[in-house]
T-cell receptor, first 114, second 111 residues
Framework: NAGVTQTPKFQVLKTGQSMTLQCAQD?????MYWYRQDPGMGLRLIYYSASEGTTDKGEVPNGYNVSRLNKREFSLRLESAAPSQTSVYFC?????????????FGSGTRLTVV | QKEVEQDPGPLSVPEGAIVSLNCTYSNSAFQYFMWYRQYSRKGPELLMY????GNKEDGRFTAQVDKSSKYISLFIRDSQPSDSATYLCAMSGGTASKLTFGTGTRLQVTL
């Protein structure tokens, strides 16, 4: 099925551990995004990549890094996890210049930092 | 103050009721408006989109935009238990701009 695939679906980390969240899309979209979703806070943009080879900070980038590996893949790395990073993480993609088609989201990664 | 405000709910209605979900916004540059539906433990999915002011209907769903009041609405007629989800509004100022999301309204349709 076409769409956005995120791995892993669930993860528990200890404070200070690192991990990479993987995201891949097969819709030939130019733009990709990483969001976190917390109760009462809605979706907050962490980083985005408007096109292959470019990345930019969003609303809450501290503690995260990203890599746009190629047009299909956009990874999010937590170098030293903190309990404040416990959240549900969503990757999304879109066709640049065609905003009416919206974003396509993955099913999310539920991360708990203890 | 957030650019997009949305009542978090929860909103509980009986099956068959008409539901009204709303968002207000402050950025007059917004001209593309969308509604996403998010089921529990799933990612948001695009439900409807509209451009500029006016109404758009799709089955039981109607999206309404009032740019003069900076107010958008989603109406659900004959609501069903399967409509129980969180509904997020989203908007953008241009075709190449990022979406700005509301925080979402949780809807529960009861039998």
């Amino acid at each position: 099925n076409a769409g956005v695939t995120q791995t892993p679906k669930f993860q528990v980390l200890k404070t200070g551990q690192s991990m990479t969240l993987q995201c891949a899309q097969d819709m030939n979209h130019n733009s990709m995004y990483w969001y976190r979703q917390d109760p009462g806070m809605g979706l907050r943009l962490i980083y985005y990549s408007a096109s292959e080879g470019t990345t930019d900070k969003g609303e809450v980038p501290n503690g995260y890094n990203v890599s746009r590996l190629n047009k299909r893949e956009f990874s999010l790395r937590l170098e030293s996890a903190a309990p404040s990073q416990t959240s549900v993480y969503f990757c999304a993609s879109s066709d640049a210049g065609r905003i009416l088609y919206g974003y396509t989201f993955g099913s999310g990664t539920r991360l708990t930092v203890v | 103050q957030k650019e997009v405000e949305q009542d978090p709910g929860p909103l509980s209605v009986p099956e068959g009721a008409i539901v009204s979900l709303n968002c207000t916004y402050s950025n007059s540059a917004f001209q593309y408006f969308m509604w996403y539906r998010q089921y529990s433990r799933k990612g948001p999915e695009l439900l409807m989109y509209t451009y500029s002011s006016g109404n758009k209907e799709d089955g039981r769903f109607t999206a309404q935009v009032d740019k003069s009041s900076k107010y958008i609405s989603l109406f659900i007629r004959d609501s069903q238990p399967s409509d129980s989800a969180t509904y997020l509004c989203a908007m953008s100022g241009g075709t190449a701009s990022k979406l700005t999301f509301g925080t979402g309204t949780r809807l529960q349709v009861t039998l």
